[in-house]
DNA sequence: CATATGACGACAA
DNA sequence: ATTGTCGCCATAT
């Protein structure tokens, strides 16, 4: 079975799953895409939690500034920009212009999502 | 049950 | 642009 704890922080993994390869979101954002308004620490703190060899793109999570949300001098946040940068995401002082990148699911990705938690029953 | 802790966010200086 | 405060909320102790 799974527990309620379960079921949300997966929701919040897959929502970020659904993230396509160069754009980005926030981590508020995901919270209210999985269902859950005013969660953003809870997706940080998904993240902080992934299982082992996930595939995440982990990455395209930034805060609602479009900052990376880690230290500016931290191996983290440099992993990241490099991710991010590699799939064509400018980076420009530790921050990317959210107007640009943003993700913008669509009528179909919304409504097709929410069906993992239907069928949970 | 009481506190402390965040990969957060909005807002006021 | 920065910094501090406060609100938020699941977890950890």
Request: glycine share 8%.
């Amino acid at each position: 079975m799974s527990t309620e704890r379960e079921r949300r922080l997966a929701r919040i993994r897959d929502t970020i799953a659904d993230i396509p390869r160069g754009s980005v979101s926030s981590y508020g954002q995901i919270a209210e895409i999985a269902g859950i308004p005013r969660g953003a620490r809870q997706v940080g703190y998904a993240l902080r939690t992934l299982p082992e060899g996930h595939e995440i793109p982990w990455h395209r999570v930034l805060q609602a500034s479009g900052h990376i949300a880690f230290d500016g001098d931290s191996r983290q946040f440099a992993e990241q920009r490099r991710r991010l940068e590699a799939e064509g995401v400018a980076v420009i002082s530790g921050r990317v212009d959210m107007t640009r990148y943003r993700w913008q699911p669509d009528l179909d990705e919304l409504l097709w999502k929410p069906s993992a938690a239907w069928d949970e029953t």
